[in-house]
């Protein structure tokens, strides 16, 4: 399948970056304060074309990233309990708060409305979409992959980035990484056959936001096997 050989590109490039460690990131990074765009389309064998879209919103500070989902005025609220009884976790619609704690980064999801701060255990990341990664996290993407990537031509309409781009078996990755902001403009990723396209488009907002997680005074802890039937 397609998406397999996107995977494995993927897998090969997160073990270039190990193996070679041809760059390490930078000490330091700017705060940012971001607006994200996923899109997505897939072309199945039967001639079904599939896209989806969402926004997410991003707060990167020195050891804490911050994203939430931009979800519709009109989402119908997830209901926790039903007759007494706690149901999984919508992390979707939650705040995500990723803490810089080592090896292992902390993970855990903001309800505002319960008033909660639900802690994630590293065996459960998979449940919630994590993938474990501090510099995914906080990049975007492991900046290490970059020196495996080639510098390419392609023009640029963003002051000090530049295109960068992978290809293996007709199927590639392609990343506008922004030098000075250090994080990517834009992330591509699909196959020359055109089964299937991703597209991140990273925009910086204007301002800096206070650090949400420093208003959580009084919230409860929370535990996810609190969520789990």
């Given at each position: 399948m397609q998406i397999s050989r996107l995977s494995t590109l993927l897998a090969t490039l997160s073990l270039a970056g190990t193996v070679h460690a041809v760059a390490n990131a930078p000490a330091t990074a700017p705060d940012l304060d971001l607006a994200i765009a996923y899109y997505s389309k897939t072309v199945a064998p039967d001639g079904v074309t599939r896209e989806s879209r969402y926004e997410e919103t991003m707060l990167r500070r020195p050891?804490?990233?911050?994203?939430?989902?931009?979800?519709?005025?009109?989402?119908?609220?997830?209901?926790?309990?039903?007759?007494?009884?706690?149901?999984?976790?919508?992390?979707?619609?939650?705040?995500?708060?990723?803490?810089?704690?080592?090896?292992?980064?902390?993970?855990e999801f903001v309800d505002a409305k319960e008033k909660a701060v639900i802690a994630i255990p590293a065996t459960e990341f998979g449940n919630v979409n994590f993938d474990g990664s501090w510099d995914r996290a906080f990049y975007l993407l492991d900046p290490r992959l970059l020196k495996t990537m080639a510098v390419t031509n392609r023009a640029s309409s963003t002051p000090g980035a530049k295109w960068r781009e992978r290809e293996d078996n007709g199927v590639y990755q392609r990343v506008l990484w922004d030098e000075q902001r250090q994080i990517p403009?834009?992330?591509?990723?699909?196959?020359?056959?055109?089964?299937?396209?991703?597209?991140?488009?990273?925009?910086?907002?204007?301002?800096?936001?206070?650090?949400?997680?420093?208003?959580?005074?009084?919230?409860?802890?929370r535990e996810f096997a609190d969520f789990l039937d």
């Open positions: 050891g804490h990233v911050w994203s939430a989902r931009v979800l519709p005025a009109h989402a119908a609220p997830h209901k926790h309990e039903e007759g007494g009884h706690r149901h999984g976790l919508n992390h979707i619609a939650m705040p995500r708060h990723v803490i810089n704690a080592g090896k292992t980064p902390r993970l403009v834009t992330i591509e990723s699909g196959d020359k056959a055109g089964t299937f396209y991703r597209r991140v488009d990273v925009t910086a907002r204007a301002g800096a936001a206070a650090a949400p997680w420093t208003k959580l005074q009084g919230y409860a802890q």
